[in-house]
């Protein structure tokens, strides 16, 4: 994660284990692999070694936006979960729903980036964010999230890249 940049620009210290990422196309998420936003655009299976009876948050952000090499929106929300139980995402809290990688034509490589850091108590918040809004998504920083709940580094992490392809149009109608 380091020689890809995530560490400075999103976190300060490498996370301690990798997330296994996989999605329902069949891909599977290496430390850095291109893949496309056809293969990435629907919800995938996150796991990581936890630990029985903690809570998780796990984040999923693009600091690349608009581009990498201007990255002035940085960082876009695509995904956040808190007070999982476990490494059980599904019975955690949606706080963004899923929404995934859709890089504009002609800005090259994205990096999408899976933090997953452990709680040290339960999140209150009624706070969610639609998977058809970029309101909350724009601008938000993982570390921004590390300092608001005292999170220690993360504890899994992992990440691809993605450029454009003919399925991002599909994905930014949905997203007002």
Same mark, same amino acid.
């Given at each position: 994660? *380091? ?17 296994? +990422? &996989? ?5 599977? +998420? ?11 655009? !629907? ?18 952000? !693009? ?6 090499? *201007?990255?002035?929106?940085?960082? #876009? ?13 599904? *019975? ?12 504009? @034509? ?6 999408? +980036? ?11 918040? *009624?706070?969610?964010? &639609? ?7 724009? &601008?938000?920083?993982?570390? !921004?999230? #590390? ?17 454009? @392809? ?11």
């Amino acid at each position: 994660m *380091d020689t890809a940049g995530i560490i400075p620009d999103i976190i300060d210290v490498k996370p301690a284990a990798k997330a296994t +990422v &996989s999605y329902p196309s069949g891909a599977q +998420v290496e430390l850095g692999k291109e893949l496309t936003p056809t293969q990435v655009k !629907d919800q995938p299976t996150v796991t990581w070694e936890a630990d029985a009876g903690s809570l998780y948050t796990l984040l999923l952000v !693009d600091p690349d936006a608009p581009s990498r090499a *201007d990255p002035k929106l940085r960082e #876009i929300l695509h995904w956040a979960v808190i007070n999982i139980p476990g490494n059980k995402v599904a *019975d955690g809290q949606v706080l963004a729903e899923y929404v995934g990688a859709a890089p504009a @034509d002609g800005t090259g490589l994205h990096r999408y +980036v899976f933090l997953v850091f452990k709680q040290n108590d339960k999140i209150t918040t *009624d706070k969610f964010i &639609s998977k058809t809004t970029r309101e909350g998504r724009v &601008s938000v920083k993982a570390r !921004d999230y #590390i300092a608001k709940y005292s999170f220690g580094g993360p504890v899994a992490g992992n990440f691809f890249q993605a450029q454009y @392809d003919d399925y991002v149009p599909t994905l930014r109608a949905q997203v007002q």
